[in-house]
């Protein structure tokens, strides 16, 4: 049990244009979801916290109005990359929690390249 | 945020023990001690946690200090999928996982 899936697992676009990263929780209803960033040889960087029906929480320094992130339900959460730079090139990870967030469940990840 | 120090990297020999170490000195008396491992282009997959007590699951067993600003994760046989970087995390009551740099684990056949 405890599975998160990610759409699409890997993007490539073109710099101007958006992306939309999809993640699931496919076996029990995320409360909490997260979304992470992370460059080569890098660890993990929590971007935003996004909780089902309310507006994300962004890290200090991610810019909201380019990673709009939307939870609509319970087990799906979105995050758009708009106007894509090559800069935003990277490994998108999302994470779910259930009610207990002891535990978090993570997606497989999104590579995505913004030529 | 919370921070974690751990070694950059580690060496083991397939099928003997590993104990990745894991400095927390800034641990408050509520947060929970949560290791993850990630392997190559994967996202990070949950190992262990736990908050005073030593714990045990069918992957890993975690060792507290008794003051709580130290622990271990111990992988009782390493195998080849076992080559990850582990990450040893405390989790305050923000619920957010702070990924420090983690333990890159190497296991030679």
């Known amino acids: 049990g405890a599975v998160v899936s990610q759409h699409p697992s890997r993007v490539i676009c073109k710099s101007g244009t958006s992306v939309k990263i999809e993640c699931r929780s496919l076996d029990f209803q995320a409360t909490t979801m997260f979304w992470y960033r992370q460059f080569p040889k890098q660890s993990l960087m929590l971007m935003a916290t996004?909780?089902?029906?309310?507006?994300?929480?962004?890290e200090q320094g991610v810019e909201k109005d380019k990673f709009l992130i939307n939870h609509a339900s319970l087990t799906l959460s979105t995050l758009t990359v708009t106007s894509a730079h090559p800069e935003d090139s990277s490994f998108y990870i999302c994470?779910?929690?259930?009610?207990?967030?002891?535990?978090?469940?993570f997606g497989p990840g999104t590579r995505l390249t913004v030529t | 945020d919370a921070k974690t120090t751990q070694p950059n990297s580690m060496e083991s020999n397939e099928e003997e023990p590993v104990h990745l170490p894991c400095n927390h000195s800034?641990?408050?008396?509520?947060?929970?001690i949560h290791w993850y491992r990630q392997l190559p282009s994967q996202g990070p997959e949950y190992v262990i946690h736990?908050?005073?007590s030593n714990v045990n699951n069918r992957m890993a067993s975690l060792a507290i200090a008794e003051d709580r600003k130290s622990s271990t994760l111990i992988l009782h046989r390493a195998t080849l999928r076992d080559a990850a970087v582990y990450y040893c995390?405390?989790?305050?009551?923000?619920?957010?996982?702070?990924f420090g740099k983690g333990t890159k684990l190497t296991v030679n056949p």
């Open positions: 736990g908050l005073t």
């Open positions: 800034t641990i408050s008396g509520t947060d929970y």
């Open positions: 996004s909780n089902e029906g309310s507006k994300a929480t962004y």
């Open positions: 994470s779910a929690a259930p009610g207990q967030v002891h535990e978090q469940y």
């Open positions: 995390i405390h989790q305050g009551g923000s619920e957010k996982l702070v």
